[in-house]
């Protein structure tokens, strides 16, 4: 039981959190339990990029190829590890993650070190990130925002009406007090990390919301907005115009601030799995569209969840993304067939393939390099992010079998 944490960073720096182990077994803030023993727990923070240097630019070289949709000297791989996934694997609370920042900070750089350490796929970045999770919209819309225990938060749609959408306001984020929070948090979190001997790492944040159809879908009941873009199409258009306006405010205030020009823009677009293509074409692409044209002239870069193989042609042909994660539930076949030579894309497995043992995963891994590998243009990856709970070891294994499988020529 660890309720007296000590910290050692890369400079030698204490840093001493008190943890309560709750019922269940979920460390958390002492102020939210009862303290049970004491011990001391030492964790060295360090990270050193330099030390990856070499491989980390083989990856990207191995990246590029495959981008150019030419064969490579094998299939890239990228898993798509993150905070809850090593918060839960390093024993922590998800909740605590995303509200204790020294914590956040601890889970990012231990993840960082297991990636490479470890898991050994092609990532390229690595870094620190202010991590407040899916809450943007509820903050800049002042939604309510959940914390439940051990996930994410949530927000708590406040529209309810057509006279909601009617009523709703576009604020400027240089007057709105929780955008400027937001970046005033980026801040201090960029000193904590200096501060934990960190500082060599780069930090990255700030203030961005979804698409207006996911967005729509944040702040209002799904359903509802499913339901009106068929009995009120006008209505629906006049949401969108201003979600796609606060879209745009919140980008402009994020070049201002870090003095930066966006021309390569990644969407994610999770709700589009719920549309019809026509009706994606008709209302939805078009806010979606405005966003790539305005800062996607060097790259366009689409998430979603998936379902999306319906709409795959229209990414193509109309939309000209030049990368896609496709998204669990997205079949790699489809993805081939309609994105092949047109647009790089990543993909292939499942979180549900790797809950459990490596046996139970190796049918999936295989199947996606066999279809989607030949010719490049593809990376193996998990569809959207690695949820916590997958198994680490058969991550681990997965890595290592698709790095001795996916060699080109492709022969499985």
Not at 2 to 28: E, I, M, N, V, W
Not at 155 to 171: A, F, G, H, M, N
Not at 216 to 234: D, F, Q, W
Request: charged content about 30%.
């Amino acid at each position: 039981m660890p309720p007296h944490r000590t910290l050692h960073s890369a400079g030698g720096r204490l840093h001493t959190r008190k943890l309560g182990l709750l019922q269940g077994g979920h460390p958390r803030g002492e102020r939210e339990g009862v303290l049970q023993g004491c011990e001391e727990v030492r964790v060295k923070l360090e990270f050193d990029p330099a030390k990856y240097e070499d491989r980390i630019k083989e990856s990207a070289r191995r990246l590029e190829v495959a981008k150019r949709f030419q064969e490579p000297d094998r299939v890239p791989i990228r898993i798509s590890t993150a905070g809850s996934f090593y918060t839960k694997l390093f024993g922590y609370n998800i909740r605590d993650y995303y509200t204790d920042r020294e914590l956040s900070i601890e889970v990012q750089v231990r993840g960082l070190k297991w990636a490479f350490e470890e898991l050994g796929d092609d990532r390229t970045d690595y870094g620190l990130h202010l991590d407040l999770g899916p809450v943007y919209e509820g903050l800049y819309f002042d939604c309510p925002i959940e914390y439940p225990d051990d996930t994410s938060p949530r927000i708590v749609p406040r529209l309810e009406t057509p006279e909601d959408i009617e009523k709703l306001q576009i604020p400027d984020p240089e007057d709105h007090p929780k955008v400027r929070w937001v970046y005033e948090e980026y801040e201090r979190f960029k000193e904590l990390a200096r501060k934990m001997g960190l500082g060599h790492l780069p930090v990255s944040g700030g203030f961005g919301i979804h698409p207006p159809l996911s967005c729509a879908c944040a702040i209002m009941n799904p359903t509802l907005v499913y339901e009106l873009m068929y009995t009120e199409p006008k209505l629906i258009h006049k949401f969108f115009r201003k979600l796609l306006l606060a879209f745009f405010k919140l980008r402009e205030f994020h070049d201002r601030y870090f003095g930066v020009r966006t021309e390569s823009i990644g969407l994610a677009d999770d709700n589009s799995a719920f549309v019809s293509d026509p009706m994606y074409r008709e209302m939805v692409m078009p806010y979606n569209m405005a966003i790539y044209e305005r800062y996607g002239r060097k790259g366009r870069y689409l998430h979603a969840d998936g379902p999306n193989d319906h709409h795959f042609k229209t990414y193509a042909d109309v939309m000209k993304l030049t990368e896609m994660d496709i998204g669990g539930f997205s079949d790699v076949e489809n993805a081939k067939r309609d994105l092949g030579g047109k647009v790089f894309f990543s993909g292939g497995l499942n979180c549900k393939d790797l809950y459990y043992d490596f046996e139970r995963a190796r049918p999936a891994v295989e199947r996606a390099i066999r279809i989607g590998a030949p010719g490049g243009g593809y990376a193996l990856a998990i569809g959207g992010e690695t949820y916590p709970g997958v198994n680490p070891d058969t991550l681990i294994k997965v890595v290592q079998y698709a790095k001795e499988i996916g060699k080109y020529p492709i022969r499985i």
